[in-house]
């Protein structure tokens, strides 16, 4: 026993890197889909209770945060067209949709991307009445046999192909395929199957069906009103008035029109758009102008930093100029100091002394060879020996070379 647990405990710790690795990949994909989960359902709650700003508002901080991945914003632009779709501001709706497939294909889940904000925009066609458009893409999501999307979208795709078939006449085949979205839809979303019940009417009025009809309003009125969703109040009493208008039933058409048109005042839609695209604009101003800001702050830490550049540039010059003249003065002195140690040296004899140079004087021969031997160190009497005259003769020289030379004894003349 003991033996099989220590084999398992050692078998944990070789592979225990691997498990945590798994852990944090599980935990991750998991973690990503509830998070968006949670941020839909807040959205959700926000335009039920009519909240559009806070939404906008809240979908903008995610779109604008740099940390954000390319998927949390495909997320939050999909759900800011949700938004707009609630208004009926459709153009703002295909706007947002072609931002979040920009943000969407630059993430690792192009396929369900692509998938998805098809669906969305076979949905805005179908409700602005492009049935063909809205066709080609329902034909093309089922060839893809409805891949990554939820119940719901499969559901409401099934509800237009049934439409669609109603307008080309195939009853039977219309009202089978929105009992098919009646029951998606019944299990997955109820507050939504106001919506089925609207497109029943306008299937039970062409089949004459008038009971089934408005079964199918009343039904509809009570869900509609039980989850809060007056779109669909409005919708409902819309689709009846265009029934009586098609059957000619003039007076219950302006009776419904007047009860919509109460409906549309207290909702005030256009009001709320207008509201809604006023608070979207003001948060891009504030980005805009936040970014502005940065750039302005950037800039003049730039221009600081070029002017401060400059300056140092400039000062290195001047101190290099500075230095390059003192380096030539001091070259030009020690020039000058070596030339003049060179004329001393050369003016000096051994001893170093001064030397007179004999042959700027006027003077005889016999005065040169008395010189030559004083310079050599001779005495007089031993100059007065090799020139065979007398010592005073010698002196006698010696006094005429003195006042000839302006020396005041030998030792100048050596």
């Known amino acids: ?18 498990l945590l690795l798994v852990l944090f990949v599980f935990t991750y994909s998991f973690g990503q889909p509830e998070k968006l989960k949670k941020l839909e359902n807040q959205i959700k709650t926000l335009n039920d209770n009519l909240q559009y700003e806070k939404s906008i508002a ?9 940390d954000a991945s390319h998927y949390d914003k495909y997320y939050a632009y999909l759900l800011e067209s949700f938004t707009y779709k609630r208004l009926f501001n459709y153009t703002k709706t295909l706007h947002k949709l072609d931002l979040a497939l920009a943000e969407g294909l630059q993430s690792d889940c192009k396929e369900e991307v692509k998938n998805n904000i098809d669906a969305e925009k076979c949905f805005v066609y179908f409700d602005t009445q492009d049935f063909p458009k809205a066709e080609a893409l329902i034909v093309k999501l089922r060839k893809l046999n409805f891949k990554h999307l939820s ?32 029951a998606l839809v019944r299990a ?6 106001p919506n089925i019940y609207g497109k029943k009417m306008e299937l039970y009025n062409k089949m004459k069906l008038f009971e089934k009809r ?13 989850y809060n969703k ?13 029934i009586f208008q098609e059957n000619q039933d003039y007076k219950n058409a302006f009776f419904t029109q007047k009860k919509y048109d109460s409906i549309v005042k207290y909702y005030n839609a256009t009001d ?20 502005e800001q940065n750039k302005k702050y950037i800039d003049y830490i730039l221009y600081c930093v070029i002017v401060s550049l400059l300056l140092l540039l ?21 020039t000058r100091i070596h030339d003049e140690i060179e004329r001393l040296t050369q003016a000096l004899d051994e001893k170093g002394n001064a030397t007179l140079d004999v042959s700027n004087y006027n003077l005889t021969e016999r005065q040169k060879e008395i010189i030559a031997y004083i310079r050599s160190g001779l005495t007089n009497k031993e100059i007065a020996n090799k020139l065979f005259i007398s010592e005073n003769t010698v002196k006698y020289h010696l006094k005429i070379i003195y006042e000839i030379l302006d020396v005041a004894h030998r030792s100048a003349i050596r």
């Open 58 to 66: 809240l979908l903008n901080d995610i779109i604008n945060n740099p």
């Open 151 to 182: 119940i719901p979208t499969q559901s409401w795709i099934i509800m237009q192909d049934g439409y669609i078939k109603m307008l080309n006449k195939d009853y039977v085949k219309s009202e089978q395929l929105l009992n098919e979205a009646d």
């Open 230 to 242: 007056i779109k669909y109040v409005m919708y409902l009493h819309q689709v009846m008035r265009n």
């Open 188 to 193: 997955n979303s109820p507050e939504n199957l």
């Open 314 to 334: 400039f000062f290195a010059f001047r101190l290099y100029q500075t230095n390059k003249a003192r380096r030539i003065l001091v070259e030009k002195e020690n």
């Open 214 to 226: 408005d079964t199918a309003f009343n039904e509809g009125l009570q869900l509609a009103k039980k």
């Open 272 to 291: 709320t758009n207008g509201k809604l695209e006023l608070a979207e604009k003001k948060i891009e101003d504030e980005n805009r102008k936040l970014k």
């Open 1 to 18: 026993m003991f033996l099989i647990l220590e084999k398992n405990l050692d078998m944990i710790k070789k592979h225990f890197p691997m």
